[in-house]
């Protein structure tokens, strides 16, 4: 069965940085596209970005364009996403995803088949 595991979450202050990892195991996740969403106190959870298996493609929510990157390293079967320029507002629980939509740009919760536990980043002001 497919595990994923987050971690590098922390506190930081605004402007700061932070590296998510996802680390994938019990199956090898290249056969998946793989996302990032976030989750705020009493908010919905809300695509941050995902990289297409076909091609590599990433794509991101506007909020994030520039900031964040997300990555895959096939050899270490880890995910991960690099988070810039920190602000309060990216305060919230991460959470990767792998999802077998390996074609589109899956955004949406219901399009994602594996989750992990989740990751808390708390920017301070």
């Known amino acids: 069965q497919l595990q994923l595991v987050e971690s590098g979450g922390g506190l930081v202050q605004a402007g700061g940085s932070l590296r998510l990892s996802c680390a994938a195991s019990g199956r090898t996740f290249s056969s998946y596209s793989m996302g990032w969403f976030r989750q705020a106190p009493g908010k919905d959870r809300e695509f941050v970005a995902t990289?297409?298996?076909?091609?590599?493609?990433?794509y991101y929510t506007t909020s994030v364009k520039g900031r964040f990157t997300i990555s895959r390293d096939y050899a270490k079967n880890t995910i991960y996403l690099q988070m810039n320029s920190l602000q309060p507002e990216d305060t919230a629980v991460y959470y990767c995803?792998?999802?077998?939509?390996?074609?589109?740009?899956?955004?949406?919760?219901?399009?994602?088949?594996?989750w992990g536990q989740g990751t808390q980043v708390t920017v301070s002001s």
């Open positions: 990289i297409r298996r076909s091609d590599g493609n990433t």
């Open positions: 995803a792998l999802s077998r939509d390996g074609l589109g740009v899956p955004r949406q919760v219901r399009n994602y088949d594996f």
